[in-house]
């Protein structure tokens, strides 16, 4: 994870006002009406051997603690979500992080049709994708014809904190999406995102053209730009459902995704697929990366999905992937049912020689309350014509335990072995506590 920053003034002031707004439409009293708590605290921790140098070596603990707690009472609601991490000190020289992925109310059916949320909130509307410290609005349109939502705010960084450098101007988000329902069978969108994140200044070596000698000069990047729209309609006809989807990318004038696809169900037992996408990579302007040439790749796929038996599904998979003067074949084949599943992969081409073969499964005793998992792959791979052919073997074996409702606990072991590691062995665990309770606080 990356340390959070600590917050200029005014980021603080509009985080401050965010959350008074956002527990002040939460705590409007409503008379005769509890609150109902609800969700789930996850204490999970890691272990692993982490190599400097070649023979040297040394243990690495990573322990999170996530919180995901609902408040609601009537049509007000509060919604949270967090999590804090720490490495082990005799590892890494690193304070604890801390992550705010939501904090945000909400209050629903505003005039019969409208829902209002404030606060650090997720949004996930077409081409939009992230999260603002801001506003949503998502209301339903007359006659049941679908629903328009509306965000917009501060843009929030990927490692979800206050960052010192940049203004308003720079570090925003605004968008929106109409999903919209004319017809039966008939489902249709369209989206728009306007997203602006700030860029640290540094300091670099710069000739300058009279003297031609070098000196440090402080560099003050304009922001990383990104402003997409999209549409995609889906339709049923039958036993068989149509899909469409086309992303233009307004700053760098081109198109950013355009996909079709269709599902034929032959049966009750056997369902055709049949997709085409082409997509360009998702990458801001202004940022360092967009200073790359980058090519866009096509992908066509076809697929079958077969129920052998009840509750026994086979399913097989073929693509044809073209990158910019050359190409690639991927396959893939499997049988599985609920519990257990067997899987067979392959790559060719451009995209490197791979095949590999995988079976994991998981089984409930005792009522549910225990839950053994394993899985074992081999894979075989190739980077390039020519080079030698390299192994990959992983294993993983664990358990979930519930010994009551409220309580479960994943233990799980991973072991793999390559070229690098000849043995490199992880644990993993996680407790997961899950409450919902009534309260009557404003009673």
Do not use: C
Not at 84 to 99: G, H, K, L, Q, W
Not at 110 to 119: E, F, N, P
Not at 379 to 385: N, V
Not at 393 to 421: E, F, K
Request: no cysteine; charged share 20%.
């Amino acid at each position: 994870m990356v340390r959070l920053f600590r917050a200029p003034a005014s980021g603080r002031r509009l985080r401050s006002l965010l959350l008074s707004a956002a527990a002040l439409a939460l705590l409007a009293p409503l008379p005769g009406l509890a609150q109902l708590v609800t969700g789930r605290f996850i204490t999970s921790a890691d272990s692993w051997e982490k190599f400097d140098t070649v023979g040297v070596s040394h243990k690495v603990f990573r322990a999170y603690q996530s919180a995901i707690v609902d408040i609601a009472q009537g049509n007000y609601s509060l919604h949270t979500n967090m999590q804090a991490a720490i490495t082990s000190a005799d590892v890494v020289n690193e304070d604890s992080d801390y992550r705010l992925y939501s904090l945000f109310a909400r209050i629903k059916d505003v005039a019969g049709r409208v829902d209002i949320s404030l606060g650090r909130i997720p949004y996930f509307q077409g081409v939009g994708l992230g999260t603002v410290d801001g506003a949503m609005v998502s209301g339903r349109i007359p006659e049941n014809l679908g629903r328009v939502t509306l965000y917009g705010g501060a843009s929030v960084e990927s490692d979800y904190g206050v960052h010192e450098y940049g203004t308003m101007k720079d570090k925003f988000v605004l968008g929106g999406q109409a999903v919209l329902t004319p017809i039966p069978n008939l489902r249709g969108s369209l989206s728009y995102t306007n997203r602006r994140s700030p860029l640290p200044s540094y300091y670099a070596l710069r000739v300058d053209p009279q003297t031609l000698d070098a000196s440090s000069v402080f560099v003050v990047p304009g922001p990383a730009r990104e402003q997409l729209g999209g549409l995609d309609a889906s339709y049923t006809w039958q036993q068989t459902t149509f899909y469409g989807r086309y992303d233009y990318d307004f700053e760098g004038r081109k198109t950013q995704r355009g996909q079709i696809g269709a599902r034929y169900a032959v049966n009750p037992d056997l369902l055709i697929t049949l997709d085409a996408i082409h997509r360009e990579p998702r990458v801001a302007a202004g940022s360092f990366f967009s200073q790359f040439t980058l090519k866009g790749v096509t992908e066509v796929e076809a697929g079958a999905d077969y129920f052998v038996l009840p509750g026994i599904r086979t399913f097989l998979r073929g693509a044809y992937v073209a990158y910019d003067g050359d190409n690639s074949v991927r396959y893939s084949a499997g049988i599985g049912r609920n519990d257990v599943q067997l899987v067979f992969r392959g790559n060719t081409g451009y995209a490197g020689e791979l095949t590999s073969i995988s079976l994991q499964g998981a089984y409930p005793l005792l009522d549910n309350h225990v839950v053994p998992n394993a899985g074992l792959s081999y894979m075989s791979y190739r980077i390039e014509t020519g080079s030698p052919r390299l192994n990959a073997t992983s294993a993983v074996l664990g358990a979930t335990l519930r010994p009551v409702q409220m309580i479960s606990l994943d233990l799980q072991g991973q072991w793999m072995n390559n070229y690098i590691v000849k043995s490199d062995f992880r644990f993993v665990g996680r407790l997961h506590f899950w409450f919902s309770e009534h309260l009557n606080i404003f009673e």
